[in-house]
DNA sequence: CTTGACCTTCCTGTCACTGGAACCCTCATC
DNA sequence: GATGAGGGTTCCAGTGACAGGAAGGTCAAG
């Protein structure tokens, strides 16, 4: 199977694709005329890729898990530390996205948003709290 | 003022405050000697970007910010555009770690994390739903 | 006169791609 | 046989917002 087959296939871009092989995440075939050549197993793969990239794990994360999931003597716990590491980060990333929402929205709640320049925002801003 | 007192000051980095300057967000004039020299209101402004940056407006946007909070004739309905449209990018992606971290979170609960190989979260991620 | 703490510029790297240029391969059609 | 469309290939540059580091100039203190 041809890139723009997998493409289709896995959602991912062609140009995604080819990165991933670029870093060594996927080792597809090659033909005669150079084109890659994808086997069913580098269609799981990208597919294990997406999904994992979609939960918001890096590339590094993905590919221990990717490790770990050839590996079939893995131990579970290996995986949920890689996995809770990652829900961490995604909390803290949530935690300060609502601190900066909160400011933001009683800023945007107290401006009057017609035209006169006196702004809460940019009052704020500029320090004059 | 040099830039390092400047750092101190306003807590960004020196390094910031020279990328600041290389992409015309601030002007600070020079000595004799090639050095920096800032005056009250690059320390102003710089807090001010440092605030913005803190509620996680892009730099594009501090530069929209900048030039309102210097043009005394803007009308406040342009900043609280700004703002409100950052808020919706904040909502969005809060709303998108959320989701990460409800997925993640359920899957992270069925794993034993011992040292068995079974593991629900790499069986998600390798599409066996 | 040297030391050490500043400052300067410039180049590279980050992360995970994306866009584009320049070129090759294949198949169908005229 | 020429042509065109629609694949594919490589390689280089850009993204955002800096951070790290090298190589070198400046300045006050001892």
Redesign the interface.
């Known amino acids: 199977m041809n890139i723009g087959d997998v493409a289709t296939r896995t959602g991912l871009p062609a140009k995604t694709i080819r990165y991933y092989e670029d870093i060594d995440l996927i080792k597809p075939l090659r033909d005669d005329n150079g084109y890659r050549v994808f086997r069913a197993q580098d269609l ?1 793969k990208l ?2 890729l997406g ?2 990239r ?3 794990f890096t590339i590094e994360d993905c590919r221990t ?1 990717l490790a ?2 050839e ?7 290996d ?3 890689v ?2 590491d ?2 961490a980060q ?2 803290a ?2 935690s300060d ?2 601190a ?2 909160d ?3 009683h ?2 709640d107290a ?9 809460p ?2 009052q ?4 004059k709290s």
């Not at 590996?71 to 716990?77: H, K, L, Q």
């Not at 401006?111 to 702004?119: F, K, L």
């Not at 704020?124 to 320090?127: A, F, K, T």
């Open positions: 799981h597919n294990f999904r994992a979609a939960l918001g898990l770990l999931y590996d079939e003597t893995r131990a579970s716990a995986v949920k530390h996995a809770r990652h829900l995604i909390d990333k949530i996205l609502k900066m929402r400011t933001l929205g800023l945007i401006c009057a948003g017609d035209d006169r320049p006196d702004c925002i940019l704020d801003l500029g320090g």
